[in-house]
């Protein structure tokens, strides 16, 4: 399998866990020693600098690299005792993404990406839109497809996903976020084989939901890499570097047998 280094997260649902873990695998990348650079690509409606409670912290976003208001350097910001990740904010006020610019937040991704010579780059998306259509052409190697167990987010990773490959011949992961083990146990939701048989995207990981990661999040800090979903997480990246891991390893309380 060829390794995604430059990822565009993405699913044309909303709500659906596509920042969280566009943040969550970032630092896992990160604390496994890879240098990283996670970008907020949700032009209009950036929220990464909040849950990473770097709010106060950003002076200039993708759009000031954009049109040369900053260098590269000036829009990178290190979240506290993380030297291998770099965050860049997205534009708070854009309206809409003007087809004019797209090309320029492109080249402000590749300015990014020289910068930091980082080695893994994360894009959060909006999820569809012209942006992601041209990240996905002309900047990604690889996409992030997120579903939940509800069915409008599994029809909504297919169609993402064939969106990537017709777009930029994308190879595609599928990433099951907010995982609620005992409702795929009782059959009350979707189980890992109706999501997988639905989406046909090859699985990557499941995150499970849990409610510490999003009152992490609330506060603006980092997963903790022992909790459920923190493990998920580190579990993801492994197998994004090329290793084979369990899909639960370390998550004692979830046998794959049972959420199948
Ligand atoms: N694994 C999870 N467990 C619990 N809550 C989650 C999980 N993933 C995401 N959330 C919560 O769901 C909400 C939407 O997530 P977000 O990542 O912003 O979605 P999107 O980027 O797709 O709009 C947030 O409040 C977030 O904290
Ligand atoms: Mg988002």
């Known amino acids: 399998m060829k390794l995604m280094k430059r990822i565009v997260v993405t699913s044309a649902k909303g709500g659906i866990g596509k920042s969280t873990a566009a943040l969550g695998l970032a630092a896992a990348l990160a604390n496994a020693g890879h240098r990283t650079l996670l970008v907020d690509c949700d032009i209009g409606n950036r929220c990464l600098d909040l849950m990473l409670g770097l709010e106060d912290r950003v002076l200039y976003d993708l759009s000031d690299v954009a049109e040369g208001r900053c260098t590269p350097s000036d829009a990178l910001i290190q979240p506290e005792g993380m030297t291998d990740l770099y965050f860049c904010a997205a534009p708070v006020t854009a309206a809409a993404e003007p087809e004019s610019e797209i090309s320029a937040y492109i080249q402000a991704l590749r300015l990014l990406a020289e910068e930091t010579n980082a080695e893994y ?3 959060d998306t909006a999820g569809t839109g012209p942006l992601v259509r041209a990240i996905a052409e002309d900047f990604a190697h690889g996409a992030l497809v997120i579903a939940t ?3 409008a987010s599994i029809r ?3 169609h993402t ?3 990537m490959e017709t777009w930029g011949n994308l190879p595609c992961r599928l990433l099951i976020s907010m ?3 005992r409702a795929a146990t009782n059959g009350s939701r979707a189980g890992l084989l109706e999501i997988i048989d639905k989406t046909h995207v090859r699985t990557v990981g499941v995150v499970p939901r849990d409610r510490a990661l999003m009152l992490a999040q609330e506060e603006g800090r980092l997963p903790d890499g022992k909790s459920r979903a923190g493990r998920a997480f580190k579990n993801i ?3 994004l570097t090329g290793e084979d891991v369990p899909l639960f ?3 004692r309380e979830i046998k794959t047998g049972k959420v199948l």
């Open 121 to 123: 780059i994360l894009c």
């Open 149 to 151: 167990q509800q069915p």
């Open 156 to 158: 909504s990773a297919e």
């Open 161 to 163: 996903a064939s969106l």
């Open 179 to 181: 995982f609620e083990d």
């Open 237 to 239: 990246a492994i197998r």
């Open 249 to 251: 390893y370390g998550i």
